[in-house]
Every structure is written in C-alpha cells, then in structure tokens.
C-alpha cells in the first residue's frame, strides 16, 4: 500500500509558485539563481514520492485531492495522478532543473523576472496532467502560455518579439476553442469531471462538435500539420531553457489533451475522425522529416525533428489499442528527454561559437570528443536505435499502428529511416572530417566541463535505462491504458446500441422473445 501523504499533488505543483514569489523579492541576482534552482531540486525530489509510494497494478487515480471549488457550476479543485500522467509529472520535474542550471551559467539579463518565469511555467504544466475537472484542466493550460510567451519575447533571439506573438495567437485561438468545448460538454452532461465523462454517454451530434473543438486546440499545441508553423520560428527564437522545456514538457500538452480527453470522452466522433488525424499524423512525420533533412541551423533540424516524432505520439494515440496507447506515453517521455537533450547540447555549442549553421562547424570530433560522443548518443536516441528509449516506444507504436491500419505502419517505419538520414548527416557536417575553421579546434574550442556534462549525462543514462528496462515504466503505464480502453470500449457499444435502427431493434426483441 502506498504511503499517505496528504496534499501531495498539491504540494508539487505550487512548490515552483512559492518559489517564484520567493526568487521575485531575493536580494542580489546570484541569491535569486540558486534559489529558484533549489526550488525545482525539492520539487523534483517532492515528485518522486509518486514513484516510490505507487500502488503497483493500481488503474485508477492515485494520490486524489477533491474539494468544492465553485459550487453552483460544480466546479472542483480534482487532482489525481495515474499511470498515463506519472512519467509527465516526472518528465516536467526532472528537465525543470536541468533548464534552470542552464540559466545559472549563461543567463545574466533580468534574472529574477526570468526564474520566476520559468517556475510559473513549472506549476502550470504539472497542473495540467494533474488536474481532473475540466475548468482546472482549462485554467492550468492557458496559463502555461503567459511565462513562455514572455521567455521568448524578451530572452529570446533577434526575430524574438515576432516568435512570441505568433505562439501567442495560434495557442490562444487554440484556448478560445477549448472553452467552447469545455461548454458544449458541459451543457450537455452537467458535470466537469474527467473521469466521469470518461464513462458518460453523449449524443453524436455533441461529440462530433465537442470532438472537432477539442482536437484543433490540442493539435496547435502538439504541433499537428499543418498547425505547426509556430514552432520553429518559437524554438529558433526561444532561449535555450525555453527550448528544452517547450520540446520537452510544453508539446506534451497536446499529445496528453488529446490521450485524456478527446479520444476517450468522445469515443464515436474519434472513430470517424481517427483515420484524418492518423494522416495528419502521417504527413507530419514525412514532412518534418524531409524539412529537418533540409535545415543548415542546427536548432530549426531539431525543431523539425519535433513536428515528425509528436507525429507518432498522436499515431499511437489515434490507435486506441494497448499498444499504439502505451507506446504514445512513453515516447511522449523518450522525446521530452532525447528532444530536451539534443537543444541542451545546440545550445552548450553556440555559447561556445555563437552560431548554429552546420557550415561552420566541422572535425568537432578531433577538438572536442567528449562533447561530440554524447551527441551522437543522443542523435541515437532520437533515430529510434535499438537499445535506446527511441526505440521502444515507437516499436510499440508502430504495433498498434499496424493493428489500426497496416499502412499507416509502413509509412511510419519510412519516417525512422529519414530520422536516422537527417541525424546522422547533421552529426557528420557538425563532427566528422578536418577542421577547417580555425575556431573550431582545440585551442579556440572547449570540451564540456563538469558543470555541464551534471546537465547532459543524467539524460543519457534514462535512455539507456528505459531502452534496456521498459517494463519499468510499462508495468505502470500499462493497467491504467488498459482500464481507460475498456471504458472507452463499453461506451462505444453504448452508442452502437442507441443509434440501431428501430426495425433490427424489434427483430431482436422478437427473436430474444422466441
């Protein structure tokens, strides 16, 4: 049995809001870094009390907090954590301090306005795959938007203040469209409640529309083609921190939107429209593939690479079978951390040279070994090799890709080819042949430090644990997927039934009379 522990989810998620306000009124700028990375080092620490305190096969909700909010709409303050939201919680937490010690070194412009910021963005996203009633769902995402929309505009590159209003206006008109599916839902059903519209019944027409509204709010987050088009300018603009947790946790919104809410809640309208989403899905992983295989900035390839790996997060998602879901969980962790990993190094590099272009780079392998080892790992990763994270959960993705529909399987399998070609001809302009640029050898150009491989290594020794150990992490994901699917599966024949034509319906009755 899991140790009780009264509020913890609570406690996680406005830990980093206590510590904002703390950091905003710290003296010095040095007492404002530190503090606000102790904040997210104990708030991390807090997070792995639902690792150690799991109720093992459990597929409900664990750790519940419930209690009145509003009470004329019923509108409650729900929290509660399962196995298709733990690793998201520990995903946020764990890149959190990774990005904040970042900031430590290279950061130096209005330090406390920036921690405060970036600790904002922490509450808001473990709030959101924490919370369980709509309206608090609601509150959480849009206020994710606020802190990153900032960090952009004033800590980002030269076209920052453009990159920021456009992830402004696409993720807002995104939000606009939420509260009207969150209305339709609600006035349809009467409740809030996640976990009871999961088992609650609605008519086609309020799916359909519900649905529709939903899903192009969470697929402007995710990025979805062709709703991407903010994203890399976002990443390319974005200050390194911002970028880590933007690919890392932020697009994670979208993917867990659509896995906790539209595809379960609205069962029929997800049938009729998975196929569309599924080559939607489909085309994003071409495309970004092909766009990334394109790119001479290094940060717009890895910005690319997002739009064709959330690609298979939503395939598996639009699966809706044990395996295309469990494999979208995870991969929705592999590519926080190979993503979050691969912008931790580009950013460790342009500190180092103050350029991106792959054509100034060349021969890093013979100036600065350590560094480049630990990015061919990481590009590994991200490619899907075996014995990696990659590999495991777009394996079980594309298992339950073929289970939905065996070509949306086939071209998947294409899409892992062209991450590997675009990877590894990024890692051979960036690593291998001579050194041309006289910046770019030993003297002028610096190995990574022990401060910044405590910021790299953690990274890659998960990818190692959860490539070689998934069952790990499955043993956990698994029992809640399982229990959301068969839900899922008991209204789907719900509405089968209550849309039968009234002739079968009485040839049925006659024939049970008989």
Avoid: C
């Avoid at 306005?113 to 963005?121: E, G, I």
């Avoid at 390839?301 to 997060?313: C, D, N």
């Amino acid at each position: 049995m899991a140790l009780s522990i009264p509020y913890l989810l609570t406690i996680i998620i406005f830990l980093p809001l206590l510590g904002a306000a703390v950091v905003m009124f710290a003296p010095g700028d040095r007492t404002k870094k530190w503090l606000a990375l102790a904040t997210t080092l104990v708030t991390f620490a807090v997070s792995l009390l639902l690792w150690t305190n799991w109720q093992q096969g459990e597929a409900g909700m664990q750790f519940v907090e419930d209690a009145v909010w509003f009470a004329p709409l019923g509108i409650r303050y729900a929290l509660g954590v399962d196995g298709i939201s733990l690793f998201l919680v520990l995903l946020t937490t764990l890149l959190m301090p990774i990005a904040v010690y970042f900031s430590i070194l290279y950061v130096d412009k209005r330090i406390g306005p920036y921690m405060a910021l970036m600790l904002l963005l922490e509450t808001a996203m473990i709030g959101v795959f924490l919370a369980l009633d709509l309206v608090l769902f609601f509150v959480f995402f849009e206020a994710s938007l606020i802190p990153m929309y900032f960090l952009i505009g004033e800590w980002g590159g030269q076209n920052r203040v453009y990159a920021a209003v456009k992830f402004f206006l696409y993720t807002f008109a995104g939000s606009a469209l939420m509260v009207v599916a969150i209305l339709i839902v609600y006035f349809s059903t009467g409740t809030f409640d996640i976990v009871a519209l999961q088992s609650t019944p609605m008519p086609v027409a309020v799916q359909t529309w519900a649905f529709l509204a939903f899903s192009l709010a969470f697929a402007v987050k995710t990025p979805l083609f062709p709703f991407h088009t903010w994203l890399p300018d976002a990443h390319v603009q974005a200050p390194t921190a911002g970028s880590i947790i933007l690919a890392g946790v932020l697009l994670k919104m979208g993917t867990y939107g659509f896995l906790r809410l539209a595809m379960p809640i609205f069962p029929q309208a997800a049938q009729q429209f998975g196929p569309l989403l599924a080559t939607l899905a489909i085309v994003g992983i071409l495309y970004g593939a092909l766009v990334a295989l394109m790119q001479k900035d290094l940060k717009a390839l890895v910005a690319y690479s997002s739009v064709a790996h959330l690609g298979y997060v939503m395939l598996g998602v639009i699966a809706m079978n044990a395996q295309g879901v469990s494999g979208s969980v995870l991969q929705m962790v592999n590519h926080g951390l190979s993503t979050g990993a691969l912008f931790l190094l580009v950013g460790l590099l342009y500190e180092r040279r103050h350029t991106r272009m792959l054509d100034d780079f060349g021969g890093l392998w013979a100036s600065v070994p350590v560094y480049t080892g630990l990015f061919l790992v990481v590009a590994m990763s991200s490619a899907g090799l075996p014995g990696l994270n990659g590999f495991v959960g777009e394996f079980a993705i594309m298992l339950g890709a073929y289970n939905y529909m065996p070509i949306f399987a086939v071209l998947a399998a294409a899409g892992v080819i062209l991450a590997a070609w675009y990877l590894l001809t990024a890692f051979r302009k960036m690593a291998q042949g001579e050194i041309t640029n006289p910046a770019n050898d030993k003297q002028h150009l610096k190995d990574l430090n022990l401060k910044e491989l405590v910021m790299v290594v953690p990274l890659v020794i998960l990818f190692f644990v959860i490539g070689l150990f998934p069952n790990l992490f499955f043993d956990k994901i698994n029992p809640s997927v399982e229990a959301m699917l068969e839900t899922r599966t008991v209204l789907l024949q719900q509405g089968a039934a209550a849309q039968m034509p009234s002739l079968e319906l009485a040839e049925i009755v006659v024939t049970e009379a008989k």
